[in-house]
């Protein structure tokens, strides 16, 4: 298992929330990360690495 943060943010780029996720693959921390969306975007990252950005539909 490894250790990864999702972050939810504003549109201005301000941190709201981090989340620490631990999760067998990255894809599985994807599926999770995306599971937070709601009406801020929330990126994944594993480290200094981002990993993905998911943006909430409008």
Sequence with gaps: MK???????T?????TL???LICATEDDAKARAEDL???DPVELWDGPRRIARFEPKQ
Excluded: C, Q, Y
């Excluded at 549109?11 to 941190?15: N, Q, S, T």
């Design 3 to 9: 250790s990864f943060r999702a972050v939810v943010l």
């Design 11 to 15: 549109f201005e780029g301000k941190i």
């Design 18 to 20: 981090t989340i620490d």
């Design 37 to 39: 969306l709601e009406d």
